[in-house]
């Protein structure tokens, strides 16, 4: 069994598929650690380094309050219910990932790969995601709110009631399914030209 006070250290760089469920990482250098199929339920991950690390496992529910996340892997990873505010996600992968009810308020996406992201519920609200790939990603019911989404790509999202409120999509790709599905109440678009 490996010992907790190690992993939080960064001593071990392979820690696939280990049941790490619960504990508590807060604040730990985990950069470059392949946790690959690893249950990370519930764990507490605030404030930890984790660049490069490779994330394709079970978050759920997990706490990455201002965790950096440089460079991190999350393609498929499961983040349902997650907390990650105040992270640092320059260049992270949430490719396919699945996160539902996750709190990703004023969250800086930016040029974001969010690519078939399941994103149903997720509250949004003031996050920046300009030039961020919304391509292909489920938004039922995302709140977006205040956010900037200036020249996202949002093609093939499904975005029944999702919440635009006030957003910024100025230069955004979007199907116009988006206005009459989602609720743009106050929100910056361009004109759209039939």
């Known amino acids: 069994m490996l ?23 807060g604040g730990a250098t985990l950069d470059n650690v392949d946790f690959s199929g690893s249950n990370l339920m519930g764990v507490n991950l605030s404030g930890a380094s984790l660049h490069n690390a490779i994330l394709r496992c079970n978050l759920r529910g997990a706490d990455l309050t201002g965790a950096d996340l440089t460079n991190a892997d999350l393609h498929g990873a ?10 640092d996600v320059k260049n992270a992968s949430f490719a396919g990932a699945f ?22 519920g997720a509250s949004l609200k003031g996050a920046f995601l300009s030039f961020a790939d919304l391509t292909n990603t489920n938004l039922r019911g995302a709140d977006f709110s205040d956010s ?16 635009f409120t006030n957003a910024n999509l100025l230069c955004a790709v979007f199907d116009t399914q988006l206005l009459s599905l989602a609720t743009v109440t106050g929100a910056c678009f361009p004109e759209i030209i039939n």
């Open 3 to 25: 010992n907790i006070s190690e992993i939080r250290a960064g001593k071990h760089l392979d820690l696939t598929n280990i049941n790490l469920c619960g504990q508590d990482l």
């Open 78 to 87: 499961d983040l349902r219910g997650a907390i990650l505010l105040d992270c």
């Open 99 to 120: 996160l539902g009810g996750a709190i990703l308020t004023k969250l800086d996406l930016s040029s974001g790969d969010l690519r078939g992201a399941d994103l149903r």
């Open 148 to 163: 900037d989404l200036e020249e996202a790509n949002l093609l093939g999202a499904v975005v029944m009631g999702a919440d």
